[in-house]
């Protein structure tokens, strides 16, 4: 993976996309209750990247599950596509991504919150939240 790479994904409709530019961060999973709610799936996978790297464009609408958390979906066809805690970083959704495979997870949050069935690679856990960032 090239850091110059530009990575482009959006909603199910098209109407709001982005625009991520160089490696994320890091990948994680998330199994708590509101990640499970708002994506519907009983996880949550995403890619972390510096917000100064990601443009957003459409309209979106968002939500807050915790002040300030602001987890921003598309108002046409609901797609939950990006959360933002206002901090130095964007969570991007791994679904929301125009190509499959093109990151791999290093770690899981919530594990106490997990479908016993699931299969996942070797990841580091996190019973709840990772340390001192909610996913
Ligand atoms: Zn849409
Ligand atoms: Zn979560």
């Known amino acids: 993976m090239q850091d110059s790479e530009t990575f482009t994904g959006g909603c199910?409709?098209?109407q709001l996309?982005?625009?991520?530019?160089?490696?994320?961060?890091?990948v994680g999973l998330c199994h708590c209750m509101t990640c499970r709610k708002t994506t519907g799936s009983v996880f949550n996978a995403f890619a972390i990247f510096p917000a100064d790297r990601v443009t957003i464009s459409g309209e979106s609408?968002?939500?807050?599950?915790?002040?300030g958390g602001q987890r921003r979906f598309c108002p046409q066809c609901g797609s939950l596509v990006v959360y933002s805690d206002g901090g130095g970083e964007i969570e991007i959704m791994l679904g929301a991504?125009?190509?499959?495979?093109?990151?791999r997870p290093t770690y899981e949050a919530w594990t106490k919150r997990r479908e016993s069935w699931l299969c996942t690679?070797?990841?580091i856990g996190y019973p709840e939240n990772r340390g001192d960032v909610t996913s």
């Open 61 to 67: 609408r968002s939500w807050e599950a915790m002040p």
């Open 12 to 14: 199910a409709c098209g």
């Open 97 to 103: 991504f125009d190509r499959t495979d093109l990151f």
């Open 121 to 123: 690679p070797d990841l």
């Open 17 to 26: 996309t982005f625009r991520a530019h160089g490696a994320p961060k890091r």
